[in-house]
Nanobody
Framework: QLQASGGGLVQAGGSLKLSCVVS????????MGWFRQAPGKEREFVAA????????LYKDSVKGRFTISRDNAKNTVYLQMNMLKPEDTAAYYC????????????????WGQGTQVTVSS
């Protein structure tokens, strides 16, 4: 089970840190990803991190603003979001897959519920 939290309402230029706690299995060996879905739009890739944390992958529009990290001892993955923009407004979902990094949502096996991020202008 994946439990995402940390969403909220923030002004443009502000920051939020999302957390995703994994229960029922160890986080080790799993690639973890963050995706987002705005109303009326498809769910899209945001960031992913390899099981060791050595490799990361980002959507171009969040590079330099968002940072994905993980603490396997705490079974938790994070998404630090800085310099937020109104276009970042969406429900954010964490996901896991037992394979290499991927930006393809269809390749993720486990999903958490979303946490809403709203950025006001």
């Amino acid at each position: 089970q994946l439990q995402a939290s940390g969403g909220g309402l923030v002004q443009a230029g502000g920051s939020l840190k999302l957390s995703c706690v994994v229960s029922g299995r160890t986080l080790n060996w799993y690639t973890m990803g963050w995706f987002r879905q705005a109303p009326g739009k498809e769910r899209e890739f945001v960031a992913a991190i390899s099981w060791s944390g050595a490799d990361t992958l980002y959507k171009d529009s969040v590079k330099g603003r968002f940072t994905i990290s993980r603490d396997n001892a705490k079974n938790t993955v994070y998404l630090q979001m800085n310099m937020l923009k109104p276009e970042d407004t969406a429900a954010y979902y964490c996901a896991a897959r037992a394979d290499i990094l991927s930006a393809d949502k269809g390749r993720y096996d486990y999903w958490g519920q979303g946490t809403q991020v709203t950025v006001s202008s």
